[in-house]
Nanobody, 123 residues
Framework: QVQLVESGGGSVQAGGSLRLSCALY????????MAWFRQAPGEEREGVAG???????YYADSVKGRFTISQDNAKNTLLLEMDSLKPEDTAIYYC?????????????????WGRGTQVTVSS
């Protein structure tokens, strides 16, 4: 059974940094995508960053230059380094994984999801 477990969320002041981790269990594919999505209160879920097995990467315009997605294959972990955080980055952040089909940024094509971790950025 596939399981994704996020960690690393928390509260930080604007301009600060956080590092999110997502541990993947039971997911094995040579052709895959993994991504981070977020959802703020009253807002729709949106893509933040993603990476696929062919090294395709995706970043939302709002996080380009501030966030960096990477993977530690040895530990089967997806990482998101978030720098220069802004209050508008406040949301629940979700990790997702899929067999590589469709766009890396399309949340509707992801079949495996974590339960989320809260990120709060105060001004």
């Amino acid at each position: 059974q596939v399981q994704l477990v996020e960690s690393g969320g928390g509260s930080v002041q604007a301009g600060g940094s956080l590092r999110l981790s997502c541990a993947l269990y039971g997911f094995a594919s040579h052709s895959y995508c993994m991504a981070w999505f977020r959802q703020a209160p009253g807002e729709e879920r949106e893509g933040v960053a993603g990476i696929c097995s062919d090294f395709t990467t995706y970043y939302a315009d709002s996080v380009k230059g501030r966030f960096t997605i990477s993977q530690d294959n040895a530990k089967n972990t997806l990482l998101l380094e978030m720098d220069s955080l802004k209050p508008e980055d406040t949301a629940i952040y979700y990790c997702a994984a899929k067999i590589y089909t469709g766009l890396v940024s399309d949340s509707g094509t992801y079949s495996h999801w974590g339960r989320g971790t809260q990120v709060t950025v105060s001004s």
